[in-house]
């Protein structure tokens, strides 16, 4: 008999599942958070392959809503390295006792809307039963990971790991002979740390990776204690960014084709000194203006070309794709000076396609590249990934495969036309990709908590997405990347990184804040675009 009692249950145990917690606890509700993991944490628990760091300094990544959390909270380095971040997740789970309403190692076999009971009824992979009033998908838009289907994958007689499902006890390449194949944002972290302890490291490039340099390093305490002086105002600072952080730094309003080529070299070079994603925000229309792009893309391969002593190398190493298409790598270890080290080779797979796997290594550029150990660097089943490997059914029995056979449709990134009373934290339809994920994270909760709060003052039980508002949003997801250079590349952005995803623009390119305010007009409107009953 599944438990009736239950307001909701969250999937997921991640910063996104936490604070949906959090919040539904604040507001009277009954609420559970299942997690697959032993642990807190999401996609720091999993992601613990060497050199992972975030990308979006710490003071920006990281919660906003309680004051006390974030002035106590003492991040060590400007960008948080991947065993900080679980420690920070685990506090949160600590400081909030949100312990005993999260159950571990509990993985969601599937959640089948009863229309009879308004309620959804969910099962464990152990059979254990829930039903809830609400389903909150928490899952990760991240958190599949994508293993290509390379044949004798399965015969390699030596160790592989995949950087998103890496082992907890430390893995020892000292004296090895290690490849990676995957230079995206994991594969450009990982690799610099493999190379300086393997024996050999050869790496296998489908295609060349973006990396500017974070200039990581131990965290400016006055720059700490000045953002700590308003802590508040600097969060409500970055709410106004398109992308929700950066306001330190914002985007320059002067279009990269507007000025001589000297200004364009000096502000770029500012830009490269300052690290990380700023250096995308050197003119406004960077990711506008495919001109203006290249502009951005040859700085950063004049970088390449200095650094990289071997020219063809560096070549090979020098992108094409237009900067930030696939989502700009940020460098802590020194990703191009790596391929200097005499222990490290490129195999460009353009040149030379990956034939198979082999039991002693890898089949490629007509040869075999002997190896001990094989790290897959090669990313996830972004986005719908999670949710499409499960047994979901909305109304009617409508499964979400079908639901999303052509992509992911949605509505505002948080619901799906067909599925009452399930919300999506950091889904399709969302701008949350292109934010710090935590300041989109607590926006969707928030909104998800005040829809809740508004359904059971109205006395109302169930809310869906209607075809036609979700129709609406998913032409607005897509006429709004047709105004940027996102779709002059192949990304996990439009899931063209798995072979046979449907092709479908999955964020919203058009800044936070008017997502924001987009989202505030339909609470306000009645929650227009959704049926309630
Ligand atoms: O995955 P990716 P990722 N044969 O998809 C290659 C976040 N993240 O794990 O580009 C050969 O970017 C693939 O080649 P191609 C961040 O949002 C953040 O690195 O498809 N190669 C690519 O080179 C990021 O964007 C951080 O041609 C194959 C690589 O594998 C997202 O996660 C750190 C292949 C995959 O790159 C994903 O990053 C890590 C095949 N069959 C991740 N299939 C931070 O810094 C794939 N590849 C916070």
């Known amino acids: 008999m599944a438990d009736p009692s239950l307001d909701v249950l969250i999937v997921g145990a991640g910063f996104g599942g936490m604070y949906m917690l959090i919040k539904a606890r604040s507001l009277g509700l009954k609420a559970l958070a299942i997690e697959s993991a032993p642990s807190v944490g999401g996609t720091w628990y999993h992601n613990r392959y060497p050199g992972a760091r975030v990308d979006i300094q710490s003071l920006e990544y990281s919660f906003s809503f309680d004051e006390a959390l974030q002035q106590e909270w003492r991040w060590t380095e400007r960008y948080a390295s991947q065993p900080e971040l679980l ?51 928490a899952s990760g838009p991240l958190s599949a990971p994508n293993t290509p289907n390379f044949e004798g994958l399965d015969h390699f007689a030596g160790t592989t790991h995949h950087t998103a499902d890496w082992p907890h006890e430390a893995v020892d390449f000292g004296g090895q002979r290690v ?3 995957g230079t995206g944002s994991s594969g ?59 306001c330190e730094l914002p985007p320059h309003m002067v279009s990269a084709l507007a000025v001589s080529p000297e200004e364009r070299e000096s502000r770029f070079e500012e830009r490269w000194a300052y690290g990380g994603f700023a250096l995308l925000g050197t003119f406004y229309d960077i990711m506008l203006d495919l001109r203006a792009n290249e502009f951005a893309a040859e700085f950063v391969r004049a970088k390449i070309r200095a650094t990289v002593h071997n020219a063809q190398t560096a070549r090979r190493l020098s992108p094409t794709q237009p900067i930030g298409c696939k989502r700009l790598c940020v460098d802590s270890g020194g990703y191009y000076e790596t391929f200097n080290r005499s222990n ?83 889904g399709a339809g969302s701008t949350s990709a292109f934010t710090s994920v935590i300041q989109s994270i607590e926006h969707h909760v928030n909104w998800i908590c005040e829809c809740i709060a508004w359904l059971d003052t109205q006395r109302l039980t169930t809310i869906e997405a209607t075809v036609h508002a979700e129709a609406d949003w998913m032409a607005h997801v897509q006429a709004m990347a047709e105004q940027t250079v996102f779709l002059s590349c192949n990304s996990w952005y439009m899931g063209a990184n798995v072979p046979g995803k449907p092709r479908l623009f999955m964020p919203l390119t058009g800044g936070f804040p008017a997502y924001v305010e987009r989202c505030a007009q339909v609470a306000t409107n009645g929650y227009e675009g959704f049926r309630v009953s």
């Open 179 to 181: 490849g990676v194949i």
């Open 344 to 426: 490290v080779q490129l195999v460009d797979l353009n040149e030379a396609p990956l034939e198979r796997i082999t039991p002693r290594g890898v089949f490629a550029d007509g040869r075999e590249h002997e190896l001990d150990v094989l790290v897959l660097a090669t990313g996830f089943d972004a986005v719908t990934g999670t949710l499409m490997r499960t047994k979901l059914q909305g109304r009617d029995g409508l499964s979400i495969q079908e639901k999303w056979r052509p992509g992911a449709l949605n509505y505002l990134g948080l619901a799906v036309a067909g599925f009452p009373n399930m919300f999506n934290i950091a």
């Open 188 to 246: 450009v972290q990982a690799i610099p740390e493999i190379a300086r302890q393997a024996r050999s490291l050869t790496v296998f490039q489908r295609t060349a990776a973006y990396a500017v340099p974070s200039h990581n390093g131990p965290l400016d305490a006055a720059w700490e204690a000045r953002v700590k002086a308003d802590y508040a105002g600097f969060r409500a600072r970055n709410r106004l960014m398109r992308t929700g952080f950066g």
């Open 87 to 137: 420690r920070y997740a685990n506090h949160v789970a600590d400081r909030f006792a949100l312990r005993d309403s999260i159950r571990l190692e509990t993985r969601l076999a599937g959640a089948t809307w009863d229309e009879d009971e308004r309620r959804w009824v969910a099962t464990s992979d152990e059979g254990e039963r829930w039903s809830a009033r609400f389903l909150v998908m």
